[in-house]
């Protein structure tokens, strides 16, 4: 059985060899199915479900519907949510963090990816991020261990820091240089990719 704790030291072990060179990393969620069966299963409902709405409905609609399995097509049960960190430079995963309770968010989950990636880049600069991490509390965190976040904000944000100086020092480097900020910014695909590589590889 491979706990938890394992993973953090193979983190530790893979990255040794480029702790000093990786300045910037990038932060993104996902979900991944238990079973593959499961996962199929769930794509195989949701086509069956759209063919069954294009067709015309028959007077008796219970009738009619009755052999269709009855189930919640927004289910996320056989889903784990996962938090990464990726080192832009070198693609390794600097920090994770996995969770099958689906009450905990993203944002939650965050934290322990991003201490982990501190402890395995102690030199590292910038943290990128999706709209998702752009919450106040989560910019002035890793603002107050001296990075610089590059979070996209959103479209309704104000420069109304609310006692979170660290939110209202990232939005004002994106006012002040947004071509040089948005090209920081923009390496965050690459832990999507890894996100990508990681599900097609498992």
């Not at 060899?17 to 979900?31: A, M, N, P």
């Not at 794509?43 to 219970?62: H, I, L, V």
């Not at 965050?110 to 509390?137: H, M």
Request: aromatic share 14%; proline share 3%; charged share 20%.
């Amino acid at each position: 059985m491979v706990y938890f704790y394992d993973f953090i030291i193979v983190f530790l072990v893979t990255n040794e060899c480029v702790e000093t060179e990786e300045i910037t990393c990038s932060f993104d969620g996902t979900g991944h199915s238990a079973s593959n069966k499961e996962n199929y299963a769930d794509k195989r409902q949701k086509q069956n479900s759209k063919k069954n709405q294009k067709k015309t409905k028959p007077a008796n609609d219970e009738q009619s519907y009755a052999s269709f399995p009855i189930t919640n097509l927004n289910s996320n049960r056989g889903f784990s949510y996962c938090v990464m960190g990726i080192g832009v430079k070198y693609k390794l995963i600097s920090g994770m963090s996995v969770c099958p309770d689906h009450s905990l968010g993203e944002t939650t989950m965050f934290l322990e990816a991003y201490f982990q990636t501190l402890r395995n880049y102690p030199y590292i600069e910038n943290v990128l991020g999706d709209g998702i991490y752009a919450a106040r509390w989560i910019t002035d965190i890793v603002s107050k261990t001296h990075l610089t976040p590059y979070f996209l904000p959103k479209s309704n944000v104000t420069f109304q820091s609310k006692g979170f100086s660290g939110c209202y020092d990232m939005l004002y480097s994106l006012w002040d240089d947004p071509q040089k900020w948005l090209e920081q910014y923009h390496m965050r695909s690459i832990s999507e990719t890894v996100n990508s590589m990681v599900k097609c590889r498992f």
